[in-house]
């Protein structure tokens, strides 16, 4: 069993930064694909950042592309997701993932999620 715990998310005002970390219990952390979503007021959960269990790969929505980054900690079991030169539009709940399988977690289908962080970006 894989739990995830999100931190990080609250309030900020445009073209700020954040910093999400998502700690991750459970065994063989490093063999598992690690992602992030977000859903905002009245729309679907959507992709927005995926590591490889290798970290060889990453992957991003076009949206957040050079503004955030992901990357993964096998030492310390976590995952996070640098948020800079935050918009109004990036408000949202952001998930944690994780699925054996990367490229379904790329596509959504993701064994296990966090509960969720919220990001507000004022204008």
């Known amino acids: 069993q894989v739990q995830l715990v999100e931190s990080g998310g609250g309030l900020v005002q445009a073209g700020g930064s954040l910093r999400l970390a998502c700690a991750v219990s459970g065994r063989a952390f490093s063999s598992y694909g690690m992602g992030w979503f977000r859903q905002a007021p009245g729309k679907e959960r959507v992709f927005v950042a995926g590591?490889?269990?290798?970290?060889?790969?990453?992957n991003y929505v076009d949206s957040v592309k050079g503004r955030f980054t992901i990357s993964k900690d096998n030492d310390k079991n976590t995952v996070y997701l640098q948020m800079d030169s935050l918009k109004p539009e990036d408000t949202a709940v952001y998930y944690c993932?994780?699925?054996?399988?990367?490229?379904?977690?790329?596509?959504?289908?993701?064994?296990?999620w966090g509960k969720g962080t919220l990001v507000t970006v004022s204008s």
């Open positions: 590591i490889s269990w290798s970290r060889e790969y990453t």
């Open positions: 993932a994780a699925d054996r399988d990367y490229y379904a977690l790329t596509r959504g289908a993701v064994d296990y």
